[in-house]
């Protein structure tokens, strides 16, 4: 079981590895412009109930109830952009993150 600092530090380390990855796709692939398609992204987190320990950590750290059950927290890169791809690589790291700490967590995204 984790404490809510261990939860604020994943979380924090979810969102880090989410600001590098969307950056460097935006630089990389996108050459620094914001163009192409516009869309949202965010990660999931299933099986976890709000009203557990766990799930009042996460909520804590910043995860919000989704409409689905899932815990949620959208473009944990942080990133200003409205490039779609470059969101849902932010959202891709951050998911890998927490699968790290034993999560189910995955990536979604959609359009604009």
């Known amino acids: 079981m984790y404490s809510q600092e261990q939860i604020n530090t994943i979380v924090e380390e979810a969102k880090t590895a989410a600001y590098i990855a969307a950056d460097a796709f935006f630089k990389d692939k996108l050459g620094g412009q914001d163009r192409y398609?516009?869309?949202?992204?965010w990660v999931d987190i299933l099986g976890i109930k709000g009203t557990t320990r766990i799930g009042r950590y996460l909520k804590a750290a910043g995860l919000r109830k989704s409409y689905t059950g899932s815990l949620q927290i959208w473009n944990p890169a942080g990133y200003g952009c409205q490039n779609i791809d470059t969101l849902e690589a932010g959202a891709e790291a951050a998911a890998k993150v927490f699968e790290q700490y034993g999560f189910r967590a995955y990536a979604g995204s959609r359009l604009d």
């Open 37 to 41: 398609s516009c869309g949202f992204a």
